[in-house]
């Protein structure tokens, strides 16, 4: 089973690109960021046509997530039922796999409101995977806009006092590891920087300035399973790329 997180920075600016991967690499399960889409403007018959079930949850302009799937497509749950109007969280089960697709607020500054509605929206994901059956298998992945250690980062020096790297943000990954969860690319690839994202600016993809921020969460049972992760930098690459690649687990299931 293979299973994919991508932010791809405006599904509708990116449509070509996304549905050239789908077709060359035929992944069962694709958790979505940044559509940038309402969801009448989402591709789901489309996405039909090249054999997924999908669901999503869109506000226009900005965020939004959603769920591909080819092993099937149930139980869609959408935020955190808080009222809260941004659309961050798509959880569905595929395949009996449970997946959430996470947007995690960028934060913006240390000290700008934003910072803490981080904090308390990765606080919420905390809560909702502390209540889960742990004999389920569970894949929480996404663009979670945070490095968990120095070695996700290209140069630490240049983001001292940032956001992505702060204690606080990466406090909130190790209190979402302490439901059960394991991140798969550093479980596999204990000292590989691993780069997902890549600002469009400075040539920085070229030069290697990249961050990882995006990241697949598993349970042990899952773990176990893993046969592969890695980052498909060639979607990185060409033609109006997102500044995110799809990062991808492969598992024996």
Not at 24 to 42: C, G, I, N, R
Not at 102 to 128: I, S
Request: hydrophobic letters at 35%.
């Amino acid at each position: 089973m293979k299973i994919a997180t991508w932010n791809v920075n405006s599904l509708t600016a990116r449509w070509a690109r996304v549905e050239g991967w789908l077709q060359e690499h035929s992944p069962d399960v694709v958790l979505v960021q940044e559509t940038k889409q309402t969801d009448a403007k989402f591709p789901s018959t489309e996405l039909a046509a090249l054999g997924y079930e999908s669901a999503h949850y869109g506000e226009g302009r900005w965020n939004g997530v959603a769920i591909f799937s080819r092993r099937g497509l149930d139980e869609v749950t959408r935020g955190f039922g808080d009222g809260d109007p941004e659309a961050r969280i798509i959880g569905a089960t595929c395949g009996g796999v449970r997946v959430y697709s996470c947007y995690v607020p960028n934060g913006r500054a240390l000290d700008d409101p934003h910072y803490t509605y981080k904090l308390a929206w990765l606080a919420k994901l905390r809560d909702q995977l502390a209540t889960r059956d742990l004999g389920d298998h569970v894949v929480v992945g996404g663009d979670f806009n945070v490095t968990p250690s120095d070695l996700d980062v290209y140069d630490p020096s240049q983001f001292v006092g940032a956001t992505h790297v702060s204690q606080p943000e990466r406090a909130a990954l190790r209190a979402i590891e302490a439901t059960g969860l394991t991140d798969l690319t550093r479980a596999l690839h204990p000292e590989l920087p691993s780069y997902s994202w890549w600002d469009y600016r400075n040539g920085a993809f070229h030069r290697g300035w990249g961050l990882r921020i995006d990241l697949l969460y598993v349970d042990a049972g899952l773990l176990s399973l893993a046969t592969a992760s890695y980052v498909d930098r060639d979607a990185r690459k060409g033609e109006k790329p997102s500044d995110h690649a799809p990062v991808v687990g492969e598992f024996s299931l």
